[in-house]
């Protein structure tokens, strides 16, 4: 709506838990710890554990500032987007800004790897909720699940997101998400929801792969299971994955355009956010959703993934 093109900001963007939330991305796209097999933004193009100012705070200060002094609204301002935001050595000066300048919560979703820091957990404490995602039970499933940085271990990420879980005066939510045959078992999700219950988050969500995922051998597992899993978990987890959609009037609207485009051009991910001007975390919404309606599909092809609207009667 707003004429105003930023950076670093996208949306606000409709979320189920988080209301209207405004997203800030701290990094440039992929710049992560982690090449999670089931990240829905593709492969890590930079893994690294390396912390430094990847975006320029001032420059997302000033963004946030003009965009409060144009009236901007939300009911949360996220840090979350192209990678991890705590990889960003000045996350807590942005999370401090929004919430003393604009007076709305902020939300940090994190992949919980650099929370043996206490740097970066003095920063995130800042937030009024973290979200932090643990989809591994030891050493071999981290290997495989999250493919991390070298120098990350599974016992320091454990401890890391402990420590924070004590000293975090704020609503801690935990996301598992859950990939099948990687880590689906009751006998895997125990050894996930024993952690979880150690390390006490006020919420557990449970997730899987309904977005497009990174490797094609990422499935999701259905819906039933996800609710039976959920079970496992003290508190009981919440199903968080969007098997069905978001029926709001400007999301509605929106899929309507990507669905009418796509139907008429096949495009990359990269080419639908140039054209609706959306960040690559919504598109990947419309995207998913799209898809299991039946609505496109998917074509790998030398110069990257293509989505295609299906005809009706086409098979
Ligand atoms: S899912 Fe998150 S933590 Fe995993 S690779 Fe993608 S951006 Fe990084």
Redesign the pocket.
């Known amino acids: 709506m707003s004429a105003t093109h930023y950076n670093h900001l996208f949306g606000p963007v409709p979320s189920r838990r988080l209301g209207r939330s405004l997203g800030v991305d701290l990094t440039p796209f992929?710049t992560?710890s982690?090449?999670?097999i089931?990240?829905q933004?593709g492969r890590?193009t930079r893994k690294t554990v390396e912390r430094r100012e990847y975006v320029p705070v001032n420059e997302v200060i000033a963004e946030l500032e003009t965009w409060l002094g144009t009236g901007g609204t939300a009911d949360y301002i996220t840090l979350a987007g192209s990678?991890?935001p705590t990889l960003n050595s000045g996350f807590g000066r942005v999370i401090e800004f929004a919430r003393d300048a604009g007076g709305i919560p902020v939300a940090l979703l994190t992949?919980g790897s650099l929370l043996a820091d206490p740097e970066v957990r003095a920063q995130a404490a800042r937030a009024n909720v973290v979200k932090v995602?643990l989809s591994a039970w030891d050493a071999s499933s981290l290997e495989h699940i999250?493919r991390p940085d070298p120098s990350i271990g599974f016992k320091g990420l454990i401890e890391g997101q402990w420590l924070f879980r004590n000293e975090f005066q704020g609503e801690l939510w935990m996301e598992v998400f859950l990939v099948w045959g990687a880590n689906s078992t009751p006998k895997d999700v125990r050894g996930i929801a024993d952690l979880v219950r150690a390390i006490g988050p006020d919420k557990v969500q449970l997730n899987t792969a309904v977005r497009p995922p990174c490797e094609e051998y990422a499935h999701p597992v259905p819906e039933e299971q996800l609710q039976e899993l959920a079970r496992l978990f003290e508190p009981t987890a919440e199903v968080i994955a969007e098997y069905s959609s978001d029926s709001s009037a400007r999301v509605h609207a929106t899929e309507v355009d990507i669905l009418d485009t796509l139907e008429r051009r096949p495009c990359t991910l990269d080419q639908l956010c140039a054209v609706f001007g959306l960040h690559r975390n919504e598109a990947t919404k419309y995207v998913g959703k799209l898809m299991r309606m039946g609505r496109i599909v998917q074509h790998r092809r030398a110069g990257g993934v293509y989505y295609a609207g299906v005809h009706r009667g086409d098979s």
């Open positions: 992929k992560c982690f090449d999670c089931f990240c933004l890590t990678g991890e992949n995602s999250n």
